[in-house]
């Protein structure tokens, strides 16, 4: 983060707006690991690019894991559905910040966060006119999706398979939604997380990361 202001909390959520003070909304969605620093940093990043940034905490108090096993175990003992309202209610929240402009908003989710995201949008497609998804996927019945779809995958990834993303994309395009599927080679599962070696691909991460910006200011319009 540069310049940005002290981040400050709304309820079990990291917000963090940038320098102007206000911007478009970017809910972010994090992975099964919990609400890390890592993912309070990629909101301090949006915030640096012009964005009002929301991350929940999906877990609700404030719980992470740093190995496979415990981000497992996390995931197994949280209810999905009080999960799917605070992913609802967060988006809602973010929206109607007297720092975020009247309209729909963006979600980023990783993983886990990304399969909510695509959920979201799907569930409420009034609300969101940008997701952004790493390494995810989703099976459900997308018909309701609103806005455009970015996403990215790993050539290696042994929770999405190369199959999962041909055919999300797929449903997608058939359903004519925009999407722009990216996929960046020699790279695994976490290839964008810097706190997760050896996973973690630099070059790739700075160029999902800049498409990623571009993407959302073309379908939200920040300075």
Known sequence: M???PRPRSAGSAYVVAPNGGEGPGVLLLHGWWGLTPFFRRVCDRLADAGF????????????SADTPDEAEALLAAVDPNLVAKLVLASAQTLRNLPITPDGPIGVVGFSMGGS?????AARAPE??????????NQ??????LGGAVLGHFAEHDEFVSD?????????LNLLDKPVVFHHYPGTSHWFFEDDRIPAYDADAADEA?????EFLRTHLGAD
């Open 116 to 120: 909510w995201a695509l959920w979201l």
């Open 139 to 144: 099976e459900m019945d997308l018909s309701d």
């Open 2 to 4: 540069s310049n940005a």
């Open 52 to 63: 009002v940034a929301m991350a929940p905490d999906l877990y609700g108090d404030g719980r």
């Open 163 to 171: 199959d999962d993303a041909v055919m999300l994309e797929a449903d």
């Open 127 to 136: 609300t969101i006119a940008a997701t952004v998804v790493f390494y995810a």
């Open 209 to 213: 990361w800049e498409r990623t910006i």
